[in-house]
């Protein structure tokens, strides 16, 4: 009989190691002793699983639901059941989890170890396994200094007694192998600290799915198989390819509505059935959506998550996320997810002090606590927590065929003293403000992907003048294949928010991005976060008339602007609601005000960015040399009195000597509101001066809800190395020579 100081620790839930009592044992005398711990049942028999006859009934040894007795006449070890009688009056027939060995092979349990899994995903969390003849669930999870675990859920009544874990000391990982436990069922683990102190209950940091907010359960869910991009894909996410994205904040998109008539969340299935479609339409080539795994907050958007395995429950089972990328991919889109790996909220069922420690996060707050955001930081340093995320990185890509990931807030990962005063942190072991382990981070998280995910890319918002960020690890880089251009942004903005009368004093503001524009291979961002927090619509930005009725100049300034950032040298990023001229801030509680498209100046707007999709994908000027300096030449960006600029882009770096037919682009502003006619433009170095030119797009067209003005369809000849044009007032136009090949501009907008 079981030693009472065992059973004592066994009801208590302290028991260290309870598959060392648990299950079948064999005494001194080699006699087969069966003990099972089941809170809340009358009787257990225990039943031959192959002949399912009766080889023993247990008896109760404590009210707790501890029970005990012999195998008679069985001198091996052999395959049983349990019989339970339950107090309501039930009877169930289990196979007990304490009959079955160890889980995890020494293999994988060394690599987790020492932080070198390279699919931790594999191991650690719930998978549904069948083990001869029984179907199960095998949970696993990391928390080295715990002195218990247990998996509690919805198959044990969420008792801890019931599933105590087994403790692999090698690589301070715990296991169980609970049977009947199928896809699901909700669990979370309970912890003792090692003061054997019991911690709130926590999810699974590698659970697949989890439970709609406000609850916060895991949920069994099935590991995806791996998806390979398809064909295509990889060209398409390219550098030379023309990349223009459709930033979603799939919430708020167009919500549904609820039977009671509030708001509610839309399914995957309603975005997969709507949402590529529309950005297919308006010739985006990427839907970018914000954070889409599993987070406690609706108001954080996502950025504060804890699920960073699990596709959110908000838009309904995981299976229809990839429904929804398939979606994506037969409209022919790119889908890029953002990603977190910076910080994580402090709820209590998350991953702060997971067993009672500072296991994820660093332990002194100058490291480990974020004052901006109230959140925890990574504890990059830590090899099993860069295992956990690089790994993440590679699942979204890997098991859910997603073209690549846009990393969140990577300047405060970069640096130790990012938002923090002198005395606030930490220096690094060279006694400098870098992170070097969060540096070592995010080199090894591009360098896996493209190892493992040949063709995905990934993309880095970072704010400040960190060196070679989009430039390979082999060559001092931090590998990533894109970079935000947030100086570009914040100059172009604020120019655009002064009176055109004011611009002639800030015209830098215009050109200063050209100084540094191919550094890096940079996307242009207007996303969300520039319409949030006060800053109002990018409608509401632009300056104009506030008593003038058609609020004229409001129009005309955005569509420039978006012809400017469409002509200029990068990839584009434009966030929903913008591209039909929102004029109301982003509310994530609200969808989309769509009726707007009812006015003729809205929808002349949507047109545009249609239009400007298609030329800038049509025209290899405008995309192929996005990032590299022989792609562009100034034609004049010194008229400040006038307000305008203008630049050639060139198809490849021999087209700027020869400025032939359909290799070059000229891109010309006007950001005043007046009418230039006979303005003279220089020529392109080496053009051809018995070329005519015409317009490809004009932003002041009528067919935009423009005034109409410009040079419409006519050719236009060079005079003495010149251009005469008639520049409409507060609009970009986009002129290309006359083609050879009539191919190339064929289909593309005009006045």
């Not at 249609?610 to 049509?618: A, F, I, P, S, T």
Request: hydrophobic share 40%; aromatic share 10%; with cysteine.
């Amino acid at each position: 009989m079981l030693a009472s100081t065992d059973l004592d620790a066994l009801l208590n839930g302290l028991h260290a190691d309870p598959f060392s009592v648990l299950g079948l044992h064999a005494d001194a005398q080699g006699r087969l002793w069966l003990r099972a711990l089941l809170p809340g049942a009358q009787a257990v028999t225990v039943l031959d699983a192959k002949t399912g006859r009766r080889v023993a009934t247990l008896t109760q040894r404590d009210a707790g639901g501890f029970f005990e007795g012999q195998a008679l006449r069985r001198k091996l070890r052999f395959d049983y059941r349990l019989q339970v009688q339950w107090a309501d009056g039930h009877s169930e027939v289990y196979a007990d989890a304490y009959s079955f060995g160890p889980q995890l092979s020494d293999e994988d349990l060394a690599l987790l170890a020492r932080g070198e899994h390279p699919r931790p995903y594999t191991v650690l969390g719930a998978h549904v396994l069948t083990l001869g003849p029984v179907s199960g669930v095998r949970f696993a999870v990391w928390a080295p200094n715990a002195r218990r675990v247990s998996v509690v859920g919805s198959f044990n009544n969420w008792d801890g007694r019931r599933h105590a874990m087994r403790l692999r000391h090698t690589a301070g990982v715990w296991e169980i192998f609970v049977p009947h436990a199928a896809p699901g069922d909700f669990y979370k683990f309970e912890l003792l600290d090692a003061q054997g102190g019991l911690l709130p209950l926590k999810a699974d940091p590698f659970a697949f799915a989890a439970q709609l907010r406000p609850d916060n359960a895991s949920v069994v869910g099935t590991l995806p198989a791996p998806t390979a991009l398809p064909a295509g894909r990889a060209a398409a996410n390219a550098r030379q390819a023309p990349v223009s994205i459709y930033e979603v904040h799939a919430a708020s998109w167009r919500q549904g509505r609820a039977a009671e008539g509030g708001p509610r969340f839309p399914s995957w299935g309603e975005l997969a059935e709507q949402l590529p479609a529309y950005a297919a339409d308006l010739g985006f080539t990427h839907v970018q959506l914000m954070p889409i795994s599993e987070h406690p907050f609706d108001g954080s958007w996502g950025y504060q998550t804890l699920g960073l395995y699990a596709p959110t429950a908000r838009f309904g089972p995981p299976e229809g996320f990839a429904r929804f990328v398939a979606a994506c991919h037969a409209r022919g889109l790119g889908l890029l997810l953002d990603w977190v790996p910076a910080h994580f909220p402090i709820d209590a069922h998350g991953l702060a002090q997971f067993d009672g420690t500072h296991l994820y996060e660093y332990a002194d707050p100058k490291e480990g606590f974020h004052q901006d955001w109230n959140t925890l930081i990574h504890n990059f340093g830590r090899a099993e927590v860069r295992q956990f995320l690089v790994g993440n990185a590679l699942y979204w890509i890997e098991r859910w065929g997603v073209d690549g990931l846009r990393v969140d807030a990577v300047a405060s990962m970069l640096y130790r003293d990012y938002s923090r005063q002198p005395g606030e942190w930490i220096p690094n072991a060279l006694g400098g403000r870098e992170n070097l382990e969060a540096i070592a981070l995010l080199k090894k998280m591009n360098e896996v992907l493209g190892s493992e995910t040949p063709g995905a890319i990934t993309v880095a918002e970072e704010s400040t003048s960190f060196p070679g960020v989009s430039a390979p690890t082999y060559a001092g880089g931090l590998g990533f294949h894109y970079k935000w251009n947030m100086g570009w942004m914040n100059d172009t903005l604020r120019y655009m928010q002064e009176d055109p009368i004011h611009r002639r004093w800030h015209h830098e503001k215009m050109s200063f991005g050209l100084v540094y524009a191919f550094s890096e291979n940079f996307v242009l961002p207007i996303s969300h976060d520039e319409v949030v927090h006060g800053k109002g619509s990018m409608l509401g930005k632009m300056p104009g008339d506030v008593s003038d009725p058609s609020a004229w100049q409001k129009f005309a300034n955005l569509r420039a602007y978006y012809g400017f950032m469409w002509g200029h040298p990068g990839k584009k990023l434009l966030f929903m609601g913008q591209e039909f001229a929102q004029s109301s801030e982003w509310n994530e509680a609200r969808s989309l005000p769509w009726e707007l498209l009812d006015d003729p100046r809205h929808a002349g707007v949507q047109r545009l960015i249609r239009d400007l999709n298609q030329l800038y994908r049509k025209t290899p000027a405008l995309h192929r040399l996005d990032c590299e300096a022989a792609g562009f030449e100034w034609l004049q960006a010194e008229d400040r009195e006038q307000s305008v600029l203008a630049w050639a882009r060139h198809e490849d770096a021999a087209a700027e000597a020869g400025g032939g037919a359909g290799t070059t682009v000229l891109v010309v502003s006007n950001f005043t509101p007046l009418p230039r006619p006979g303005y003279r433009l220089p020529l392109p170095k080496g053009c051809d001066p018995a070329l005519a030119w015409r317009e490809l797009l004009n932003t002041d067209s009528a067919h935009y809800g423009g005034s109409n003005l410009g040079n419409l369809d006519a050719q236009l000849l060079a005079h003495e190395g010149y251009l005469e044009l008639t520049l409409p007032p507060l609009a970009t136009l986009f002129l290309a020579a006359v083609p050879k090949n009539p191919s190339v501009v064929e289909g593309l907008a005009s006045p």
